[in-house]
């Protein structure tokens, strides 16, 4: 069982910053995918960014050229750098974490991003 633990969120203005961060209690390099994914009140939950064990990523149209997924192994951690924000981006915050073979997928609890206009 792995542990994932978000921080870093919190009240920021309209065209601020915010980093996320996922520490695992465990190692990420075993993992096919690191994610973090958004969940807005009264919508779906959609994923923001993904970053793989060999480094491809992936980002939500909304979010390009905004956030920067980033990873250190070394730390077991994932970062989710988050610049120009905008009301929009509210949303609790969740790391994922993805094993195709056997399959799992670990959520952490979330983190609040609250962006004020």
């Known amino acids: 069982q792995v542990q994932l633990v978000e921080s870093g969120g919190g009240l920021v203005q309209v065209g601020g910053s915010l980093r996320l961060s996922c520490a695992a209690s465990?190692?990420?390099?075993?993992?096919?995918?690191m994610n973090w994914y958004r969940q807005a009140p009264g919508k779906q939950r959609e994923l923001v960014s993904a970053?793989?064990?060999?480094?491809?990523?992936n980002y939500a149209d909304s979010v390009k050229g905004r956030f920067t997924i980033s990873r250190d192994d070394a730390k077991n951690t994932v970062y989710l750098q988050m610049y120009s924000l905008k009301p929009e981006d509210t949303a609790v915050y969740y790391c994922?974490?993805?094993?195709?073979?056997?399959?799992?997928?670990?959520w952490g609890q979330g983190t609040q991003v609250t962006v004020s206009s």
């Open positions: 970053i793989t064990r060999d480094g491809r990523i």
């Open positions: 465990g190692s990420i390099f075993s993992f096919n995918a």
């Open positions: 994922n974490a993805e094993r195709i073979l056997p399959p799992r997928s670990y």
